[in-house]
């Protein structure tokens, strides 16, 4: 489904990644860990084609989608959230909902062409409340925002997700919230994501697999339990980092 192929990129004289090689299947979820500065959303630049990679390669379902860019990575099914998050600040959440839905030609047509009301759904199942979709993002609280921006992400309508710690700032209740939302999307659209997160805790049920990067490198692939039972992972999270 989503591969990357020995992915590098410095940022001048900084190795930020370097030969990074991985593989998501169809359906299949992993999570990604690291201290900060590891190379996590740089990573997810590459693979979203938000930056260039010096080298290495990325496919989806099987085809090379190194020359296509951003928006036609997620017209074919390729979407991300930001770790800091991005709406359109002069629109409503619900319209900022709509506008992510035209990044997905034919779901906006039907829309259109039946009066769906598509995006009230997608706003409610991420827990918005009805008087919140005509709120502007400046009025919403940090865990809004990231809801917000997982609704957008969720309007492109993708086969394969990126999610940048996007439980950092949310409750206890909100996170469980959005677990079982992705959990729910996952059995019904069989939707792959890429997990990067802090918050182990909330990882462990959502991930089949996870990725440790350290300065750059994969240092350990393997089951949440192999991975977080792992000296050398435990060093590169408990050490100086
Ligand atoms: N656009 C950029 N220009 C220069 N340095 C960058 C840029 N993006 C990231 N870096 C550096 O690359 C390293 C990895 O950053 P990042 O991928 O954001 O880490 P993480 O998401 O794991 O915290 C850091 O040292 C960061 O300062
Ligand atoms: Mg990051």
């Known amino acids: 489904m989503l591969e990357a192929k020995d992915l590098s990129k410095s940022f001048g004289g900084l190795k930020a990644l370097q030969q990074v090689t991985l593989r998501a299947e169809f ?3 992993v999570g990604i860990i690291g201290p900060n500065g590891a190379g996590k959303t740089t990573l997810f630049n590459l693979l979203t084609g938000e930056i260039k990679a010096d080298s290495g ?3 989806l379902d099987g085809m090379s989608i190194d020359t296509e860019p951003i928006h036609e990575r997620v017209k074919l099914g390729l979407a991300r959230t930001y770790q800091v998050p991005r709406p359109f600040a002069e629109i409503s959440v619900r319209e900022n909902i709509r506008v992510s839905m ?7 047509m039907l829309r259109v062409a039946w009066d769906d009301t598509g995006e009230q759904e997608i706003a ?3 827990g918005f409340t009805a008087q919140q979709l005509d709120q502007l993002p400046s ?5 809004d925002l990231r809801k917000l921006e997982l609704a957008r992400t969720l309007a492109t309508n993708p086969k394969v997700l990126l999610l940048d710690e996007v439980f950092a700032g ?3 209740g909100e996170i469980e919230h959005i677990s079982n939302l992705l959990i729910e999307r996952r059995k019904t659209h069989g939707t792959t994501y890429l997990i ?9 049920p959502l991930v089949d697999d996870v990725l440790v990067i350290h300065g750059g490198n994969v240092i350990k692939k393997g089951t949440f339990d192999e991975v977080v039972s792992d000296p050398q992972v435990q060093n590169a999270y408990l050490g100086t980092g």
């Open 102 to 108: 035209m990044e997905d030609n034919l779901k906006y």
């Open 124 to 126: 409610e199942s991420v």
């Open 27 to 29: 359906g299949h979820s």
């Open 170 to 172: 949310l409750t206890y």
């Open 57 to 59: 390669h990325v496919s």
């Open 196 to 204: 990067v997160s802090h918050d182990l805790k909330a990882l462990q």
């Open 139 to 143: 009025e919403l609280a940090m865990g």
